[in-house]
Protein backbone atom coordinates (compact mmCIF):
# COMPACT_ATOMS: atom_id res chain seq x y z
CA UNK A 1 0.00 0.00 0.00
CA UNK A 2 2.06 3.42 -1.06
CA UNK A 3 0.99 6.19 0.63
CA UNK A 4 1.01 9.60 -1.36
CA UNK A 5 1.83 13.05 0.05
CA UNK A 6 -2.07 13.98 -0.16
CA UNK A 7 -2.61 10.85 2.44
CA UNK A 8 -1.51 12.57 5.27
CA UNK A 9 -3.85 12.37 8.09
CA UNK A 10 -4.27 14.81 11.18
CA UNK A 11 -7.88 14.68 11.57
CA UNK A 12 -10.94 12.76 11.23
CA UNK A 13 -12.26 14.36 8.77
CA UNK A 14 -8.63 13.35 6.38
CA UNK A 15 -9.40 9.59 7.09
CA UNK A 16 -12.80 9.52 5.71
CA UNK A 17 -11.02 11.60 2.64
CA UNK A 18 -8.31 9.23 2.59
CA UNK A 19 -10.88 5.87 2.76
CA UNK A 20 -12.94 7.41 -0.07
CA UNK A 21 -10.29 7.85 -1.77
CA UNK A 22 -8.54 4.47 -1.29
CA UNK A 23 -11.62 2.05 -1.03
CA UNK A 24 -9.07 -0.77 -1.04
CA UNK A 25 -8.37 0.68 2.41
CA UNK A 26 -11.87 0.53 3.69
CA UNK A 27 -12.05 -2.85 3.32
CA UNK A 28 -8.96 -3.64 5.85
CA UNK A 29 -10.02 -0.65 8.54
CA UNK A 30 -13.49 -2.93 8.73
CA UNK A 31 -11.85 -6.20 9.30
CA UNK A 32 -9.44 -4.40 11.68
CA UNK A 33 -12.22 -2.78 13.51
CA UNK A 34 -15.29 -5.38 13.09
CA UNK A 35 -15.20 -8.75 14.80
CA UNK A 36 -15.57 -12.05 12.70
CA UNK A 37 -19.50 -11.97 13.81
CA UNK A 38 -19.81 -8.37 12.84
CA UNK A 39 -18.46 -8.86 9.53
CA UNK A 40 -20.40 -12.00 9.06
CA UNK A 41 -23.71 -10.75 10.28
CA UNK A 42 -24.95 -9.60 6.38
CA UNK A 43 -24.24 -12.90 5.22
CA UNK A 44 -26.39 -14.48 8.23
CA UNK A 45 -29.31 -12.10 8.07
CA UNK A 46 -29.38 -12.97 4.11
CA UNK A 47 -29.13 -16.93 5.21
CA UNK A 48 -32.29 -15.78 7.88
CA UNK A 49 -34.29 -14.19 5.01
CA UNK A 50 -34.08 -17.31 2.97
CA UNK A 51 -34.16 -19.96 5.33
CA UNK A 52 -36.51 -18.79 8.25
CA UNK A 53 -37.83 -15.33 7.57
CA UNK A 54 -39.75 -16.15 4.32
CA UNK A 55 -41.49 -19.42 5.41
CA UNK A 56 -42.48 -17.22 8.35
CA UNK A 57 -44.12 -14.68 6.07
CA UNK A 58 -45.81 -17.38 4.37
CA UNK A 59 -47.12 -18.89 7.73
CA UNK A 60 -47.93 -15.49 8.61
CA UNK A 61 -50.12 -14.98 5.61
CA UNK A 62 -51.47 -18.11 5.80
CA UNK A 63 -52.79 -17.40 9.47
CA UNK A 64 -54.44 -14.15 8.28
CA UNK A 65 -56.49 -16.05 5.50
CA UNK A 66 -57.09 -18.44 8.74
CA UNK A 67 -58.41 -15.27 10.66
CA UNK A 68 -59.99 -13.80 7.87
CA UNK A 69 -62.40 -17.25 7.19
CA UNK A 70 -62.43 -17.48 11.09
CA UNK A 71 -64.15 -13.89 11.29
CA UNK A 72 -66.21 -14.99 8.36
CA UNK A 73 -67.21 -18.25 10.30
CA UNK A 74 -67.69 -15.83 13.78
CA UNK A 75 -70.08 -13.83 11.59
CA UNK A 76 -71.84 -16.92 10.84
CA UNK A 77 -72.39 -17.94 14.18
CA UNK A 78 -73.29 -14.84 15.52
CA UNK A 79 -75.97 -14.92 12.77
CA UNK A 80 -77.12 -18.57 13.83
CA UNK A 81 -76.86 -17.58 17.54
CA UNK A 82 -79.24 -14.90 16.98
CA UNK A 83 -81.88 -17.22 14.84
CA UNK A 84 -81.28 -19.52 17.84
CA UNK A 85 -82.07 -16.82 20.59
CA UNK A 86 -85.39 -16.09 18.48
CA UNK A 87 -86.54 -19.55 18.29
CA UNK A 88 -86.17 -20.28 22.34
CA UNK A 89 -87.84 -16.99 22.53
CA UNK A 90 -90.77 -18.85 20.72
CA UNK A 91 -90.26 -21.90 22.53
CA UNK A 92 -90.22 -20.42 25.99
CA UNK A 93 -93.81 -18.79 24.70
CA UNK A 94 -95.15 -21.81 23.45
CA UNK A 95 -93.96 -24.00 26.64
CA UNK A 96 -95.51 -20.95 29.05
CA UNK A 97 -98.71 -21.79 26.81
CA UNK A 98 -98.29 -25.40 27.03
CA UNK A 99 -98.29 -24.94 31.21
CA UNK A 100 -100.84 -22.60 31.09
CA UNK A 101 -102.82 -25.60 29.00
CA UNK A 102 -101.75 -28.69 31.62
CA UNK A 103 -102.64 -26.33 34.56
CA UNK A 104 -106.00 -26.66 33.35
CA UNK A 105 -106.02 -29.89 32.07
CA UNK A 106 -105.16 -30.67 35.46
CA UNK A 107 -107.81 -28.53 37.38
CA UNK A 108 -110.21 -30.47 34.68
CA UNK A 109 -108.88 -33.65 35.64
CA UNK A 110 -109.15 -33.28 39.31
CA UNK A 111 -112.25 -32.15 39.05
CA UNK A 112 -113.58 -35.27 36.55
CA UNK A 113 -111.51 -37.19 39.57
CA UNK A 114 -113.64 -35.76 42.09
CA UNK A 115 -117.10 -36.13 40.11
CA UNK A 116 -116.15 -39.75 39.35
CA UNK A 117 -115.01 -40.17 42.61
CA UNK A 118 -119.08 -38.71 44.38
CA UNK A 119 -120.76 -40.93 41.45
CA UNK A 120 -118.87 -43.99 43.47
CA UNK A 121 -119.83 -42.99 46.55
CA UNK A 122 -123.14 -42.32 45.65
CA UNK A 123 -123.42 -45.86 43.79
CA UNK A 124 -122.16 -47.70 46.33
CA UNK A 125 -124.45 -46.29 48.79
CA UNK A 126 -127.17 -47.15 46.84
CA UNK A 127 -126.00 -50.42 46.51
CA UNK A 128 -125.16 -50.97 50.29
CA UNK A 129 -129.08 -49.84 50.94
CA UNK A 130 -130.68 -52.41 48.05
CA UNK A 131 -128.21 -55.17 49.27
CA UNK A 132 -128.21 -54.36 53.33
CA UNK A 133 -129.92 -57.52 54.34
CA UNK A 134 -127.09 -59.17 52.60
CA UNK A 135 -124.26 -57.18 53.64
CA UNK A 136 -124.86 -57.17 57.18
CA UNK A 137 -126.35 -60.69 57.05
CA UNK A 138 -123.24 -61.55 59.67
CA UNK A 139 -124.25 -58.98 62.14
CA UNK A 140 -128.08 -58.40 62.68
CA UNK A 141 -131.62 -60.46 61.20
CA UNK A 142 -134.55 -59.42 60.46
CA UNK A 143 -132.78 -56.15 58.68
CA UNK A 144 -135.28 -53.30 58.14
CA UNK A 145 -133.51 -50.03 56.64
CA UNK A 146 -135.11 -46.79 57.29
CA UNK A 147 -135.84 -44.40 55.54
CA UNK A 148 -134.70 -40.90 55.83
CA UNK A 149 -138.16 -38.77 57.69
CA UNK A 150 -138.15 -42.21 59.87
CA UNK A 151 -134.50 -41.33 61.36
CA UNK A 152 -135.18 -38.01 61.50
CA UNK A 153 -137.96 -38.22 63.34
CA UNK A 154 -136.13 -40.47 65.95
CA UNK A 155 -133.23 -37.69 66.58
CA UNK A 156 -135.65 -35.00 66.67
CA UNK A 157 -137.42 -36.63 69.14
CA UNK A 158 -134.51 -37.59 70.82
CA UNK A 159 -133.34 -33.50 70.78
CA UNK A 160 -136.72 -32.81 72.10
CA UNK A 161 -136.36 -34.89 75.11
CA UNK A 162 -132.94 -33.20 75.69
CA UNK A 163 -130.94 -36.47 74.80
CA UNK A 164 -128.67 -35.58 72.31
CA UNK A 165 -127.72 -31.68 71.45
CA UNK A 166 -128.34 -29.90 67.86
CA UNK A 167 -125.19 -30.32 66.67
CA UNK A 168 -125.02 -34.32 67.26
CA UNK A 169 -128.09 -34.08 65.42
CA UNK A 170 -126.52 -32.47 62.44
CA UNK A 171 -123.70 -34.71 62.70
CA UNK A 172 -126.09 -37.41 62.74
CA UNK A 173 -128.47 -37.07 59.73
CA UNK A 174 -125.42 -37.14 56.90
CA UNK A 175 -125.08 -40.97 58.51
CA UNK A 176 -125.34 -43.41 55.20
CA UNK A 177 -127.28 -45.60 56.51
CA UNK A 178 -129.48 -46.44 59.25
CA UNK A 179 -131.39 -50.13 59.78
CA UNK A 180 -132.75 -52.09 62.43
CA UNK A 181 -132.93 -55.71 63.79
CA UNK A 182 -132.14 -58.55 65.75
CA UNK A 183 -128.56 -59.75 66.78
CA UNK A 184 -127.19 -62.74 64.40
CA UNK A 185 -126.14 -63.92 67.42
CA UNK A 186 -128.58 -63.75 70.10
CA UNK A 187 -131.92 -63.04 68.03
CA UNK A 188 -133.52 -61.82 71.28
CA UNK A 189 -131.69 -58.73 71.20
CA UNK A 190 -133.18 -55.65 69.51
CA UNK A 191 -130.40 -53.31 68.00
CA UNK A 192 -129.93 -50.15 65.45
CA UNK A 193 -127.60 -50.21 63.08
CA UNK A 194 -125.38 -47.21 61.68
CA UNK A 195 -123.11 -47.65 58.56
CA UNK A 196 -120.91 -45.48 56.68
CA UNK A 197 -119.97 -46.42 53.48
CA UNK A 198 -116.51 -45.57 51.78
CA UNK A 199 -115.34 -47.24 48.71
CA UNK A 200 -111.68 -47.29 50.37
CA UNK A 201 -112.40 -46.63 54.22
CA UNK A 202 -109.72 -44.65 56.60
CA UNK A 203 -109.40 -43.86 60.25
CA UNK A 204 -112.04 -40.54 59.31
CA UNK A 205 -114.43 -43.04 58.36
CA UNK A 206 -114.33 -45.35 61.43
CA UNK A 207 -114.27 -42.30 63.77
CA UNK A 208 -117.44 -41.15 61.90
CA UNK A 209 -119.35 -44.42 62.08
CA UNK A 210 -118.22 -45.06 65.70
CA UNK A 211 -119.18 -41.26 66.54
CA UNK A 212 -123.17 -41.22 65.27
CA UNK A 213 -123.59 -44.78 66.64
CA UNK A 214 -122.91 -43.47 70.07
CA UNK A 215 -125.53 -40.31 69.19
CA UNK A 216 -128.16 -42.71 67.95
CA UNK A 217 -127.42 -44.77 71.07
CA UNK A 218 -128.13 -41.78 73.20
CA UNK A 219 -131.37 -41.25 71.04
CA UNK A 220 -132.62 -44.42 71.05
CA UNK A 221 -131.94 -46.09 74.53
CA UNK A 222 -130.79 -48.92 72.52
CA UNK A 223 -127.50 -51.00 71.46
CA UNK A 224 -126.32 -49.14 68.74
CA UNK A 225 -123.66 -50.98 66.07
CA UNK A 226 -120.88 -49.05 64.53
CA UNK A 227 -120.16 -50.33 60.69
CA UNK A 228 -118.22 -49.38 57.84
CA UNK A 229 -118.64 -50.86 54.81
CA UNK A 230 -116.19 -50.65 51.69
CA UNK A 231 -114.32 -52.21 48.74
CA UNK A 232 -110.84 -51.33 50.52
CA UNK A 233 -109.50 -50.49 53.66
CA UNK A 234 -106.20 -48.65 55.06
CA UNK A 235 -104.03 -49.62 58.02
CA UNK A 236 -105.32 -46.70 60.07
CA UNK A 237 -109.06 -47.66 59.02
CA UNK A 238 -108.07 -50.94 60.74
CA UNK A 239 -106.27 -49.55 64.13
CA UNK A 240 -109.21 -47.28 64.51
CA UNK A 241 -111.44 -50.21 64.23
CA UNK A 242 -109.82 -52.15 66.47
CA UNK A 243 -109.37 -49.52 69.08
CA UNK A 244 -113.32 -48.53 68.89
CA UNK A 245 -114.54 -51.68 68.29
CA UNK A 246 -116.05 -51.02 64.89
CA UNK A 247 -117.17 -52.88 62.56
CA UNK A 248 -115.29 -53.47 59.24
CA UNK A 249 -117.57 -55.22 56.33
CA UNK A 250 -115.71 -55.37 52.99
CA UNK A 251 -118.20 -56.06 49.89
CA UNK A 252 -116.13 -57.53 47.03
CA UNK A 253 -118.79 -56.14 44.63
Known amino acids: MQVKANDRIETFQDLVKVLK ?31 DFHPLKEKVENLEQDVAVLKQDVAVLKQDVAVLKQD ?13 DVAVLKQDVKILKDDVGMLKGD ?11 SIFGNIIRRCKVLNGEKYVEILDDALDENKITFEERQDALDVDLVAT ?14 AEAS ?19 KATDTETLPVVVCKEKTQGAIKKATELDVIIVNVLR
Open 181 to 194: GVLTEDPTKKVFLI
Open 123 to 133: MFEIKLKDKAP
Open 21 to 51: THPEWLEELRQLILTTELLELPKKFEEFLIK
Open 199 to 217: VKADRKDVERAYRRAQIFK
Open 88 to 100: VAVLKQDVAILKQ
